[in-house]
């Protein structure tokens, strides 16, 4: 069983930094993309950030410059570093991974709990 283990979120005030970290187990074997997706309370879930296994990467426009994706791919974990925060990126933010737990087997998408962040301002 695939499970996605996210920590790093929290309160900071405005302007701070988190870095949110989620890892992947239970048997994956192979992760096309690892990412970060968020929903605030009344919103839609959007995309925040994704990195693929050619390592390029794709960010949501409002955290451009300010978040930053990578990924430890022999830990099968992915890292997103949030430096100054607004109060508008306080949302939940789930770990997103689209892989397969076999060599032949179909890709699927797998989603963490989620961890939250709130940024005071």
């Known amino acids: 069983q695939v499970q996605l283990v996210e920590s790093g979120g929290g309160l900071v005030q405005a302007g701070g930094s988190l870095r949110l970290s989620c890892a992947a187990s239970?048997?994956?074997?192979?992760?096309?993309?690892m990412g970060w997706y968020r929903q605030a309370p009344g919103k839609q879930r959007e995309l925040v950030a994704t990195?693929?296994?050619?390592?390029?990467?794709n960010y949501a426009d409002s955290v451009k410059g300010r978040f930053t994706i990578s990924r430890d791919s022999a830990k099968n974990t992915a890292y997103l570093q949030q430096n100054s925060l607004k109060a508008e990126d306080t949302a939940v933010y789930y770990c997103?991974?689209?892989?397969?737990?076999?060599?032949?087997?179909?890709?699927?998408?797998?989603w963490g709990q989620g961890t939250q962040v709130t940024v005071s301002s």
């Open positions: 997103y991974v689209y892989g397969s737990p076999t060599p032949r087997g179909t890709l699927r998408d797998y």
């Open positions: 239970g048997g994956i074997f192979k992760i096309n993309v």
């Open positions: 990195i693929s296994s050619d390592s390029s990467t």
